[in-house]
């Protein structure tokens, strides 16, 4: 019996040492990844109708905006237009781009300069555009 039951404890043991990382915790609706929030674009609506916060497109190049967008800044410049942003590193910032990709770095990026309260859109202006929700094209 000891002999079989080596092995099947040390394949558990292996199996849990291979294991991906904690998944994702989900709180009221947000998504808590790494160190800022995800939202979907149905919650970004709602939170639209509400507004309290800084709604930023990062997205380059410019392929349109959620109605509501406040400031536009390139994903990968974002350290560079730091005068742009809130002093107040605990300020709601919501960040988007075309597909989530970009503002996915931006988001991360926005974290490790010490902000606190970043959200992130999943899907972007894909996903906005795929709900029914239409784009604004402001002239650049």
Known sequence: MKRLLFPVVLAVLLVS???PSTPAVTTSNLTTTKSYQSINVT?????LDH?????VNV??????EI??????????EIEKNLSKLPAD???KIVV????GRMSAIAATTLTKMGYTNITDVD???IAWEKQGYPLVQTPQ
């Not at 997205?59 to 349109?64: M, N, S, T």
């Not at 109605?67 to 994903?75: E, V």
């Not at 988007?96 to 597909?99: A, E, G, I, K, N």
């Open 59 to 64: 997205h380059i190049p410019y392929e349109g």
């Open 51 to 55: 507004k309290d916060f800084l709604l």
């Open 123 to 125: 899907g972007g202006m």
């Open 43 to 47: 919650q970004l609506k709602s939170m």
């Open 67 to 76: 109605k509501g967008t406040d400031l536009f800044i390139p994903y990968d």
């Open 17 to 19: 040492a291979c294991a």
């Open 89 to 91: 590193k605990n300020a």
């Open 96 to 99: 988007y781009c075309r597909s």
